[in-house]
């Protein structure tokens, strides 16, 4: 039985934009920077808020999760877990790169203007993207 060899890049798509759909997204994306692992992270449709100038502030969970904005920010703040935008800001410290969707950015007549200052490497297209993702080296994950 022949071993398959260790990946060991991280590309995570994050589509979501609720906290639940970002949380994980963003803790995956650190643990595997403090691991020493390349990590880009490509925001896509919702998952665009968390990059938006002043929309991460507003950005709530998920019906799904059964929790209100303020009940989930007291059980984050009871568990020691940073804010989305300070959890972002950690994920860049750390070496992620954080890049826009370029596609859903036209779709919603967003601009780089309309982008929070200093989060994004860049903007980027599906196809660029998928030669992230194809990476053999790289573990792909849809969030």
């Known amino acids: 039985m022949q071993l398959e060899k ?3 890049k991280l590309v995570i798509v994050a589509s979501r934009g609720t906290a639940d759909g970002l949380y994980p997204a963003l803790i995956l994306a ?9 990590v880009d992270i490509y925001f896509t449709f919702g998952g665009m808020k968390l990059l938006t100038k ?8 998920s019906t799904d999760l059964g929790l209100s904005k303020e009940e989930l920010n007291a059980l984050l703040a009871k568990g020691g877990m940073p804010s989305l935008l300070d959890m972002l800001m950690a994920a860049k410290q750390a070496g992620v790169r954080i890049h826009a969707c370029s596609p859903t950015m ?5 601009t780089e203007k309309d982008l929070a200052t200093g989060v994004c490497d860049d903007v980027i297209g599906a196809s660029t993207f998928l030669q992230l993702a194809r990476d053999p ?3 792909t994950l849809f969030i």
């Open 6 to 8: 260790q990946k060991n």
């Open 30 to 38: 650190t643990t595997a920077a403090a691991q020493n692992m390349p």
């Open 54 to 61: 002043g929309v991460a502030e507003s950005i709530k969970p």
């Open 106 to 110: 036209n779709l919603f007549g967003m």
């Open 137 to 139: 080296d790289a573990v």
